[in-house]
């Protein structure tokens, strides 16, 4: 069974600009979370999608979004970006509330 | 607001000494809490999920419990694989999301 895909692997940005990653979840799994991860900060969770619903939405600004589509595959978004938008972006997939999650390999994004 | 603290933050090892890792919480109704182990440049990779105090959970040198405040992962006799940072997590009975402490280093020397 194959795990949970993320592309891409590595992206280079400017400030300003904006990115979006994508999220294949593990086949048969319908919810999908994001989560970011800084040395500073640690694991933050960005927001988590349910059949292609918005379940619940982590402290992070609005330049920061996502979607999820009826295949359970899920992008997020990040507008205009900012240095600190610089950290490792993982998504995780789950069978269901109170599962575990199993997470990607993560998009590390750099913003110059 | 769910709290997760993890100690300590970095703990080295000699080959076969066995320790252990704390994680308390403070979170309004536990649904479950789960152990996670990240290797450098990668995601994490899930170990254990434990629903209610007294639980208990082995897999190879690794043997994770629970009581009403705290979990502890005890490494037995660790090897130099074991060597990653291992991630407490909480999820909260009304909520999807995982709250997660900020691990410990783990470094265990042949």
């Known amino acids: 069974k194959a795990g949970v895909t993320q592309t891409p692997r590595y992206l280079i940005k400017t400030r300003g600009q904006q990115v979006t990653l994508s999220c294949s979840p593990i086949s048969g799994h319908r919810s999908v979370s994001w989560y970011q991860q800084t040395p500073g900060q640690g694991l933050q969770f960005l927001f988590e999608y349910f059949s292609e619903t918005q379940r619940n939405k982590g402290n992070f600004p609005g330049r920061f979004s996502g979607r999820q589509f009826s295949n359970s595959r899920s992008e997020m978004n990040v507008s205009t970006l900012e240095l600190g938008d610089s950290a490792l972006y993982l998504c995780a997939s789950s069978s269901g509330p109170g599962r575990e999650l199993f997470f990607g390999s993560g998009t590390q994004l750099s913003v110059l | 607001e769910d709290q997760v603290t993890q100690s300590p933050e970095a703990l080295r090892l000699q080959e076969g000494e066995s320790s252990s890792l704390n994680c308390s919480y403070t979170v309004s109704g536990l649904r479950g809490l789960f152990w996670y182990r990240q290797d450098p440049g990668k995601g994490p990779e899930f170990l254990f999920t434990?629903?209610?105090a007294g639980e208990e959970k082995e897999k190879e040198r690794l043997k994770a419990t629970l009581t009403k405040k705290e979990s502890f992962l005890h490494i037995t006799a660790p090897k130099p694989e074991d060597s990653a940072t291992y991630l407490c997590?909480?999820?909260?009975?009304?909520?999807?999301?995982?709250?997660f402490g900020a691990g410990t280093t783990v470094t265990v020397r042949a």
């Open positions: 434990l629903y209610s």
């Open positions: 997590a909480v999820q909260a009975a009304d909520d999807y999301k995982l709250s």
